[in-house]
């Protein structure tokens, strides 16, 4: 599975960004997706994933109610959707996918990886 994520940009608080993750490969509708993130001098966080079949989904504490993870598996496509934008969403953001079909939170449970987009948010 091959992962191209597209969408970022420089933004303006309370903005909004929708991220696509393009996937590759037949399989892909079987597989959980996760989006990460990698601010500036720190480590790359979970910021939510959603299950195979969009059932289940999972935020970090400091998006919900602003981001939402969706996905077309017909079009092997997920997206986030990034509401409400604040300074300390800015960061690389990757997504991934794993070979179970639900979501786990730690990066090591991710066997691909897209190149990541930045987002910048500006105060």
């Known amino acids: 599975v091959q992962l191209q994520a597209s969408g970022g940009g420089l933004v303006q608080a309370g903005d909004s960004l929708r991220l696509s993750c393009a996937a590759s490969?037949?399989?892909?509708?079987?597989?959980?997706a996760g989006w990460f993130r990698r601010a500036p001098g720190k480590e790359r966080e979970f910021v939510t994933g959603i299950s195979w079949n969009g059932g289940s989904t999972y935020y970090v504490d400091s998006v919900k109610g602003r981001f939402t993870v969706s996905r077309d598996n017909a079009k092997n496509t997920v997206y986030l959707q990034m509401n409400s934008l604040k300074p300390e969403d800015t960061a690389v953001y990757y997504c991934a996918a794993r070979q179970g079909g639900y979501v786990r939170t730690s990066r090591f449970d991710y066997n691909y990886w897209g190149q990541g987009t930045q987002v910048t948010v500006s105060s």
């Open positions: 490969g037949r399989t892909f509708s079987s597989y959980a």
